[in-house]
């Protein structure tokens, strides 16, 4: 099943794009060649070290720092008072009647939660700047903490911002009465699509059903922990800054802005970067006094997380309390959808925080489905939890769980299979571009294919029967099906301002072609993983002719690459690949000029094919784009109004977002007494459009898979009353091993996006969205004897087991 | 330092550890074996001995030898020699099956039987499989050696009867006789590895019926335990899957509930249960083993 990789030598040009080609990053990953930020040692490097708050939300009574002074190999110990910086940590996106509470870089009177910087210490040794942290004497005057996103917005809850608590938002929301909650933890009160036509919908319906659930939190757990080396050159004013970033412009931009170095003088480099899953998107604190103690010192700083501090201060993902209603028809038609959702945003708004539960969740409620009326609502709560952000899938997968579940409850409510309530209800082929009723427009789809596909591969009907004979043996097998969307690739840039965020969204891609005719490319995103130094070579070996070997990709350093947005969001082939796509297409254009004089022929008759140029008609007057290159920089004869050298920079801003879609379908057995799941299939159909590498692709979805897995059965991050974690390592925070992940059969159709160059939609976060729900509702398949309706995830044996109890046993 | 500062010795001979122990008398002390339960609790600031006495190089507590009534084990032995001991797995297929079933390749490369047994880990798999096979924990203090029988030897969460001016040098496991068969069934933490529960089974047959039994169960309660009523349901009994099933939903009778061990990952009401499943598991498992009808494909 899974897809063979080939050597690009052994591919033809032409083909070149679309194939499995080998990861060319891969040989310096796995040999230890490649430079991680932990790598990078500088003479004379000093080390920081963060001291953290124990506890989740305490007064600061007072910090004493002598005892660390004074120890041997100390070079400075920092609290809040001590940091002469004009910013804070930003929010990059605002909402209507947003609360933003200061968000200093070290906590001034109060910690919020477990993990809240206190103090920083810098030292000759990184052991020395640990020991130190002990010595440091904190005051704290416990309070009393919340936790829940539910509790922390009614009126009697802990206040975590007492700035916030005076009278109400300046720009109160336009629901009138919708919500009852006016803490002063409520850090937005949002609502998409139109609620009296949805509440017409619910009047009128033949049938409803409703669900209580969560999406709980997660931890990000990125392979490699955050890091910084930072360096000041005093006689030059100019900060050179290394570090785990999925998007180094943004960083420079932020950290300009937060300690008051010049954008030209602040230069950001992301090394190798062991994964992020979104939670190296942000800008945190930790980064920001690594660069100021740099300066404060100059000398360079170095400061590694430890996996702990991984745990504690990483933005966390989801965190969602949800109750959602669907409104059916006599034939089982949905009229309508209404979800209620308090967001928990953790202790601050973390960079991208605001966007997450509201334009990346409340606009995917259609999910594949053509429903005439969604109204959602989304309260945001401050809680005394490490911030929350955007984490793979981002609000999408929210949503979609949403959807998935409610559809499988209508299904059940309606008495239809399933498959056949959700084929029913998809949006029609012919429907596309279809208008959700909440805000997008889905560029295209066709949803029945993919569901078919997943139906014979599992061979549904026979294993319906399956499921028949085997309950009659008192066993218990489900089936789930997921047919999710996503949307990626944020876009475009004005709709993006509209909807609040504080940066356009297009890409930055640079095409240079070398005198000698190899090329080098520059992208404004930047991996950490992903294999953009192969997919990007790809696509423009593609459009040039140039083979692929001759290709350098270069990304995450603001040097050296015009500007850029980062990774995240599957943004990288849509927006990066298409910036790529036209610049490369542009110099083409060039290059056909300069051929078209060179032969002495009208640039319209120069037709081009595989990196030759050549006179239509007359085959044997053609020259090589390498050729074309060498005399682009000789420039010894070219177009008189023409400048020398062969290179192109595009600023690709989208018309949309793409919208890839999918079905998966988990088959789980179901052992009520034990309450232990086994999965038995697990099939999934993506329509990623356009692939450019199909083993990418396939490895992309299976790590998606493994995190949606990881969701539905074992991971999820608790705090106690206190906000004190309780899962802060992997020894209680079950990060799914090889053997708790399903073996994928895994099969694609193909659906290109309309409006981007390359047709390709996004992958990076499909296999995240689709599979907790698939899991979810195979699960309660098989618990339909007992009248099990949900379970909430983590859904841990003890889940199961307790379900069957409650509901008449085992 | 990251973990915190502490004296390095190297013991090369058990005298010379004991005479080490008996030096640092009075300050904390711990002996490093494999290493695995110390280490991350050192580097994570939770122990910070002020000595660490390295015993690795003990000779005479090292590997598996056939004693004629038994087995004995050295306490440096690693987990993976008794995975790969033919012997251990005729004789204490219940000890030799929940080694197999300790972490991962790397632990099990490295760690040791006696670090195990003598760390008394409430979640390790070593104990209940000891227990179950009757075995026997040799440990040397000044006043020479001493035998406890592994009945006597757990105490608590990280509590044994080991003194401590003593090094525990070995584990003896008896010999079985022909219808004795084992079983280790373990349900393993997701994020750990360590058993929520783990049931080890012995049961001595002469074919049809079960003579007597001894099933112990780790991860239940604060340390390793014998589950006496559903031995005491199998001994005497027919060898079949409903005697089985009566028995091992005994498991929790004599386990006192308040005790029982309760975490984010499992209550002390599903141990209970669980305890239950798995001793279920576990005695399928033997009784295969005794040749007995192949257990329901459920299970």
């Known amino acids: 099943m899974s897809i063979e990789t080939k050597e690009s030598e052994e591919i033809d040009i032409e083909g070149i794009l679309g194939s499995a080609v080998e990861r060319r990053e891969d040989p310096a990953l796995i040999t230890g060649e490649a430079d991680y930020t932990d790598d990078i040692q500088r003479p004379n490097m000093a080390h920081m070290a963060v001291l953290r708050s124990q506890y989740g939300h305490a007064a600061v009574e007072g910090i004493d720092t002598s005892g660390a002074e004074a120890m041997d190999g100390v070079l400075g110990v920092f609290t809040a008072a001590d940091l002469d910086v004009p910013g804070e940590v930003p929010v990059g996106w605002l909402l209507p009647s947003l609360k933003t509470p200061p968000h200093p870089l070290l906590a001034e009177d109060r910690v919020r939660y477990q993990g809240d910087g206190v103090a920083i210490v810098v030292a000759e040794e990184r052991y020395i700047a640990r020991d130190a942290l002990d010595a440091i004497e904190v005051d704290y005057e416990r309070l009393d903490a919340v936790v829940d996103p539910r509790e922390a917005v009614q009126a009697d809850a802990p206040?975590?911002?007492?700035?916030?608590?005076?009278?109400?938002?300046?720009?109160?929301?336009?629901?009138?009465?919708?919500?009852?909650?006016?803490?002063?933890?409520?850090?937005?009160?949002?609502?998409?699509?139109?609620?009296?036509?949805?509440?017409?919908?619910?009047?009128?319906?033949?049938?409803?059903?409703?669900?209580?659930?969560?999406?709980?939190?997660?931890?990000?757990?990125?392979?490699?922990?955050?890091?910084?080396?930072?360096?000041?050159?005093?006689?030059?004013?100019?900060?050179?800054?290394?570090?785990?970033?999925?998007?180094?412009?943004?960083?420079?931009?932020?950290?300009?802005?937060?300690?008051?170095?010049?954008?030209?003088?602040?230069?950001?480099?992301?090394?190798?970067?062991?994964?992020?899953?979104?939670?190296?998107?942000?800008?945190?604190?930790?980064?920001?006094?690594?660069?100021?103690?740099?300066?404060?010192?100059?000398?360079?700083?170095?400061?590694?997380?430890?996996?702990?501090?991984?745990?504690?201060?990483?933005?966390?993902?989801?965190?969602?309390?949800?109750?959602?209603?669907?409104?059916?028809?006599?034939?089982?038609?949905?009229?309508?959808?209404?979800?209620?959702?308090?967001?928990?945003?953790?202790?601050?708004?973390?960079?991208?925080?605001?966007?997450?539960?509201?334009?990346?969740?409340?606009?995917?409620?259609?999910?594949?489905?053509?429903?005439?009326?969604?109204?959602?609502?989304?309260?945001?709560?401050?809680?005394?939890?490490?911030?929350?952000?955007?984490?793979?899938?981002?609000?999408?997968?929210?949503?979609?769980?949403?959807?998935?579940?409610?559809?499988?409850?209508?299904?059940?409510?309606?008495?239809?299979?399933?498959?056949?309530?959700?084929?029913?209800?998809?949006?029609?082929?012919?429907?596309?571009?279809?208008?959700?009723?909440?805000?997008?427009?889905?560029?295209?789809?066709?949803?029945?294919?993919?569901?078919?596909?997943?139906?014979?591969?599992?061979?549904?009907?026979?294993?319906?029967?399956?499921?028949?004979?085997?309950?009659?043996?008192?066993?218990?097998?489900?089936?789930?099906?997921?047919?999710?969307?996503?949307?990626?690739?944020?876009?475009?840039?004005?709709?993006?301002?509209?909807?609040?965020?504080?940066?356009?969204?297009?890409?930055?891609?640079?095409?240079?072609?070398?005198?000698?005719?190899?090329?080098?490319?520059?992208?404004?995103?930047?991996?950490?993983?992903?294999?953009?130094?192969?997919?990007?070579?790809?696509?423009?070996?593609?459009?040039?002719?140039?083979?692929?070997?001759?290709?350098?990709?270069?990304?995450?350093?603001?040097?050296?690459?015009?500007?850029?947005?980062?990774?995240?969001?599957?943004?990288?082939?849509?927006?990066?690949?298409?910036?790529?796509?036209?610049?490369?297409?542009?110099?083409?254009?060039?290059?056909?000029?300069?051929?078209?004089?060179?032969?002495?022929?009208?640039?319209?008759?120069?037709?081009?094919?595989?990196?030759?140029?050549?006179?239509?008609?007359?085959?044997?007057?053609?020259?090589?784009?390498?050729?074309?290159?060498?005399?682009?920089?000789?420039?010894?004869?070219?177009?008189?109004?023409?400048?020398?050298?062969?290179?192109?920079?595009?600023?690709?801003?989208?018309?949309?977002?793409?919208?890839?879609?999918?079905?998966?379908?988990?088959?789980?057995?179901?052992?009520?007494?034990?309450?232990?799941?086994?999965?038995?299939?697990?099939?999934?159909?993506?329509?990623?459009?356009?692939?450019?590498?199909?083993?990418?692709?396939?490895?992309?979805?299976?790590?998606?898979?493994?995190?949606?897995?990881?969701?539905?059965?074992?991971?999820?991050?608790?705090?106690?009353?206190?906000?004190?974690?309780?899962?802060?390592?992997?020894?209680?925070?079950?990060?799914?091993?090889?053997?708790?992940?399903?073996?994928?059969?895994?099969?694609?159709?193909?659906?290109?996006?309309?409006?981007?160059?390359?047709?390709?939609?996004?992958?990076?976060?499909?296999?995240?969205?689709?599979?907790?729900?698939?899991?979810?509702?195979?699960?309660?398949?098989?618990?339909?004897?007992?009248?099990?309706?949900?379970?909430?995830?983590?859904?841990?044996?003890?889940?199961?087991?307790?379900?069957?109890?409650?509901?008449?046993?085992? | 330092m990251y973990p915190d500062s502490f004296a390095y010795e190297r013991a090369e001979s058990v005298e010379e550890a004991l005479a080490l122990l008996d030096e640092h008398a009075g300050a904390e002390v711990e002996l490093l074996a494999g290493g695995h339960s110390l280490l991350p609790t050192m580097k994570s600031g939770l122990a910070s001995p002020d000595v660490l006495i390295d015993i690795n190089s003990i000779d005479a507590m090292q590997g598996i030898t056939d004693e004629g009534d038994g087995l004995s084990l050295g306490a440096l032995t690693r987990y993976a020699d008794v995975d790969r001991s033919a012997a251990v797995w005729e004789d204490a297929t219940a000890f030799a099956e929940a080694t197999h079933h300790i972490g991962d390749v790397q632990v099990r490369n490295r760690g040791t039987v006696g670090g195990n047994i003598a760390h008394s880990d409430p979640a390790s798999d070593l104990p209940a499989a000891l227990l179950a096979c009757g075995g026997t924990v040799v440990a040397q203090g000044p006043d020479g050696e001493r035998e406890i029988p592994a009945e006597d030897f757990f105490e608590g969460m990280y509590a044994t009867a080991l003194d401590e001016d003593e090094l525990l040098t070995r584990i003896e496991l008896p010999r079985t006789g022909d219808g004795s068969v084992g079983a280790y069934a373990k349900k393993p933490s997701p994020s750990s590895g360590y058993a929520m529960v783990g049931v080890a089974a012995v049961l001595d047959t002469d074919g049809d019926a079960i003579e007597s039994a001894r099933i112990a169960a780790n991860g239940v309660m604060d340390h390793g335990v014998r589950l006496r009523p559903v031995e005491d349901a199998l001994a005497g009994e027919p060898l079949d899957r409903d005697t089985i099933e009566a028995a091992a939903g005994r498991a929790a009778d004599d386990l006192d509930d308040v005790m029982m061990m309760s975490d984010l990952q499992a209550s002390s009401e599903f141990r209970a249960q669980l305890v239950q499943v798995y001793a279920k598991r576990a005695l399928l498992g033997a009784a295969e083993r005794a040749g007995a009808p192949a257990p329901a494909a459920s299970d």
């Not at chain 1, 700083?301 to 965190?319: F, I, M, N, P, S």
């Not at chain 1, 028809?329 to 928990?344: C, E, L, N, P, Q």
């Not at chain 1, 990346?360 to 401050?382: R, W």
């Not at chain 1, 499921?467 to 089936?479: F, K, N």
Request: aromatic residues 8%.
């Open chain 1, 159 to 810: 206040t975590l911002h007492d700035s916030l608590a005076e009278g109400p938002a300046e720009d109160p929301p336009e629901a009138e009465g919708e919500s009852e909650e006016s803490g002063a933890n409520v850090a937005f009160d949002w609502e998409i699509g139109d609620g009296d036509a949805t509440d017409e919908a619910f009047a009128e319906a033949a049938h409803t059903v409703e669900v209580d659930l969560e999406n709980q939190r997660l931890i990000p757990n990125a392979m490699e922990p955050r890091a910084t080396v930072a360096e000041y050159k005093p006689g030059t004013e100019e900060v050179d800054v290394h570090m785990t970033s999925q998007n180094p412009h943004l960083h420079r931009l932020l950290m300009s802005g937060v300690l008051g170095v010049p954008e030209h003088k602040l230069h950001i480099n992301a090394p190798e970067v062991g994964g992020g899953f979104g939670s190296k998107i942000h800008h945190y604190p930790d980064e920001a006094l690594a660069t100021w103690a740099a300066m404060e010192l100059e000398r360079p700083v170095k400061w590694q997380a430890t996996r702990t501090e991984t745990y504690l201060t990483d933005a966390h993902g989801r965190d969602h309390v949800t109750h959602a209603e669907l409104a059916m028809d006599s034939a089982g038609t949905i009229t309508g959808m209404r979800v209620k959702t308090y967001a928990g945003m953790g202790a601050y708004l973390s960079t991208f925080a605001p966007s997450v539960p509201t334009y990346l969740y409340g606009t995917l409620l259609s999910g594949q489905y053509d429903v005439p009326a969604i109204h959602c609502n989304v309260v945001g709560a401050f809680t005394n939890g490490a911030p929350v952000d955007a984490y793979r899938g981002a609000g999408r997968p929210e949503a979609l769980y949403v959807v998935e579940r409610l559809i499988t409850l209508g299904a059940r409510e309606i008495g239809m299979d399933p498959a056949a309530f959700r084929r029913q209800n998809f949006v029609p082929s012919d429907d596309f571009p279809h208008e959700t009723p909440v805000a997008v427009v889905y560029d295209s789809g066709d949803y029945e294919p993919a569901l078919d596909k997943a139906l014979e591969m599992v061979d549904y009907d026979a294993l319906r029967e399956r499921q028949e004979e085997l309950r009659e043996e008192g066993r218990y097998l489900g089936i789930g099906f997921s047919s999710y969307i996503e949307a990626c690739g944020l876009a475009p840039s004005e709709l993006a301002g509209q909807l609040g965020a504080q940066a356009g969204l297009w890409e930055s891609g640079l095409v240079r072609v070398h005198p000698s005719g190899s090329v080098t490319a520059f992208c404004g995103t930047s991996g950490h993983g992903q294999g953009h130094e192969t997919t990007y070579a790809q696509i423009v070996s593609d459009e040039l002719g140039i083979p692929y070997e001759d290709i350098e990709i270069v990304e995450g350093d603001t040097d050296e690459i015009p500007q850029g947005m980062g990774t995240y969001g599957s943004r990288s082939a849509a927006v990066g690949g298409s910036a790529l796509s036209t610049s490369a297409s542009k110099v083409v254009e060039k290059a056909r000029r300069i051929a078209a004089h060179q032969l002495e022929a009208a640039p319209a008759d120069i037709e081009f094919e595989a990196g030759e140029f050549s006179v239509a008609g007359a085959p044997e007057r053609s020259m090589a784009i390498q050729e074309v290159a060498q005399a682009s920089y000789l420039a010894h004869d070219i177009p008189e109004d023409m400048e020398p050298g062969l290179e192109e920079t595009s600023f690709y801003d989208p018309e949309n977002f793409v919208f890839p879609f999918g079905t998966h379908v988990a088959v789980v057995e179901v052992d009520p007494e034990s309450g232990e799941i086994d999965f038995e299939r697990y099939v999934a159909v993506d329509d990623v459009g356009n692939q450019i590498n199909p083993k990418i692709v396939e490895g992309q979805i299976h790590g998606g898979i493994a995190q949606g897995v990881g969701q539905a059965l074992y991971e999820g991050a608790e705090y106690d009353d206190n906000g004190t974690l309780l899962t802060g390592s992997m020894q209680d925070y079950a990060v799914p091993k090889a053997e708790h992940i399903p073996e994928m059969e895994i099969d694609n159709t193909v659906t290109p996006s309309p409006h981007n160059p390359l047709g390709v939609k996004g992958v990076g976060e499909a296999g995240t969205i689709a599979a907790p729900q698939a899991v979810v509702n195979a699960v309660t398949d098989a618990l339909q004897p007992f009248g099990v309706d949900h379970i909430d995830m983590p859904i841990t044996e003890e889940k199961v087991w307790r379900a069957v109890n409650d509901a008449g046993g085992s």
